[in-house]
């Protein structure tokens, strides 16, 4: 069983969005290699550091964003790679973990974007679009000046 991604897991901010769709991708690889070890080890591999990257992005967005509960967010993500380490090493002692890890993944990750990703996508928003607009006005006063004495 593989999951598509739906809609409803969007956030509306596009660099988070498919960086989700891409961690779906990866538990989706794991579904599909069945019995092959090697595979599973590759993919659980880039699984766990493409999630740590991602989370360390996504606590950055937070914290320029000055949204409140960072740090308990962080904490979240902290026990997450903590359970994929656990899978890891259940994996590493022989055992098949794939059908179980799949399914955690994906009831974590799902529960965890509707509820805690989107309890800070608006004030990320927010502070991503200020970005925006500053830097285009930055962009317009330089071409002002560009026509003006350039
Ligand atoms: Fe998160």
Do not use: C
């Not at 070890?37 to 606590?59: C, G, M, P, Q, W």
């Not at 964003?65 to 002692?93: C, M, P, Q, T």
């Not at 970005?131 to 002002?144: H, P, Q």
């Amino acid at each position: 069983m593989t999951i598509n991604w739906s809609k409803e897991w969007e956030l509306g901010i596009p660099v988070i969005d498919s960086q989700h769709k891409r961690i779906v991708d990866f538990i989706n690889q794991i579904a599909e290699q069945g019995e092959d070890r090697d595979a599973i080890e590759n993919v659980l591999t880039e699984l766990k550091d493409y999630t740590s990257s991602h989370f360390a992005f996504e606590e950055s967005l937070m914290e320029e964003a000055g949204y409140g509960f960072v740090k308990a967010h962080s904490r979240v993500h902290v026990l997450f790679i903590r359970r994929i380490d656990d899978y890891w090493k259940e994996f590493k002692n022989g055992n098949d973990i794939s059908s179980e890890l799949v399914k955690t993944l994906e009831s974590w990750l799902f529960n965890h974007i509707k509820h805690d990703d989107q309890d800070y996508s608006g004030t990320v928003k927010a502070n991503l679009n200020a970005a925006t607009e500053k830097a285009k006005e930055k962009e317009k006063k330089k071409s002002w000046f560009g026509k003006l004495f350039g």
